[in-house]
């Protein structure tokens, strides 16, 4: 009985090897830019899915509600870099700037975007009852492969946001350092 070799020729191994690395260096890059880009839709969302928080809460307890940079999730804080994360609260009392007082609950609080940044025009977005205008402005979110791949959401004055890959007045965005 004749022993049948089950091992790999040099020529076969080589172009296994070949075959390996050419699709690990063109699927790393895919690879990550699919990570940063699903952190940024994530994040991107969740501070949708906040404004729309604020907004339904102002209508139904008929008083204000913000939304405001945060780095402990329980105050907030009048920094523009909103990067460490944000809160939503109901502003009874309505002071101006916002702050969590006794009684006030606090409807959620955002993790920080470790994966990069955020700059916006205002430290706050108040959220008012229907018949009232609400803060407008504009968030934008970077991360390290800088404004090629950012987004700007942009709230109205009625409130209603809008992700846009480009800022207000069609200008480019611009990446907070």
């Known amino acids: 009985m004749v022993a049948k070799n089950c091992g790999l020729t040099l020529i076969e191994l080589l172009t296994t090897l070949t075959l390996l690395v050419i699709l690990t260096t063109t699927g790393i890059p895919a690879f990550t830019n699919l990570i940063l880009d699903l952190r ?3 994040h991107v969302n ?3 899915h906040g404004i729309h928080l604020a907004k339904q809460a102002a209508h139904t307890s008929m008083t204000d509600v913000a939304l405001c940079k945060s780095m402990d999730g329980r ?3 009048r920094s523009l870099d909103w990067r460490d994360g944000w809160i939503v609260f109901v502003n ?3 002071d101006h700037p916002p702050r969590v007082d006794p009684g006030e609950p606090v409807l959620e609080v955002s993790p920080p975007f470790a994966s990069g940044n955020i700059g916006a025009n205002r430290a706050e977005f108040i959220f008012r009852p229907f018949t009232t205008r609400s803060t407008n402005g504009t968030l934008t979110f970077c991360d390290r492969r800088g404004t090629d791949r950012s987004r700007a959401v942009i709230v109205s004055y009625t409130g209603r946001p809008r992700v846009a890959p480009i800022a207000p007045g069609d200008q480019h965005v611009v990446c907070p350092d």
């Open 75 to 77: 105050q907030c804080d």
């Open 46 to 48: 969740r501070f949708v």
């Open 40 to 42: 940024m839709t994530a």
């Open 92 to 94: 009874r009392n309505r």
